[in-house]
């Protein structure tokens, strides 16, 4: 299982960044899809998840109202897009996978994508 996160990069504060995240090596079609962060000195931290279905998407209430989580199972493939980027939305973006009927959390992740917004 591979799961390639890319979409990072400098951006000011205010600007906007699309995440994504190709899915290899398993039925993606069957994975809930979350997208996390860590900052430097600071633990990781859950952004925004979506269901296997699209059906709920969940935000970080940090994020909420300026990013979109959202999927294509045809491309295997889940965005994270980034609106009125903050200086505080520094930090290295996960993705991570979790079997619908999964009870272990999230037990695929990616290598990561910085993303670096100034203020």
């Known amino acids: 299982v591979q799961l390639q996160a890319s979409g990072g990069g400098l951006v000011q504060a205010g600007g906007s960044l699309r995440l994504s995240c190709a899915a290899s090596?398993?039925?993606?079609?069957?994975?809930?899809m979350g997208w996390f962060r860590q900052a430097p000195g600071k633990e990781r931290e859950f952004v925004a998840t979506?269901?296997?279905?699209?059906?709920?998407?969940g935000y970080a209430d940090s994020v909420k109202g300026r990013f979109t989580i959202s999927r294509d199972n045809a491309k295997n493939t889940v965005y994270l897009q980034m609106n009125s980027l903050k200086p505080e939305d520094t930090a290295v973006y996960y993705c991570?996978?979790?079997?619908?009927?999964?009870?272990?959390?999230?037990?695929?992740w990616g290598q990561g994508t910085l993303v670096t917004v100034s203020s």
């Open positions: 991570a996978a979790d079997h619908r009927f999964g009870r272990a959390g999230y037990e695929y």
């Open positions: 090596g398993l039925t993606f079609r069957n994975y809930n």
């Open positions: 979506i269901s296997w279905s699209s059906s709920t998407p």
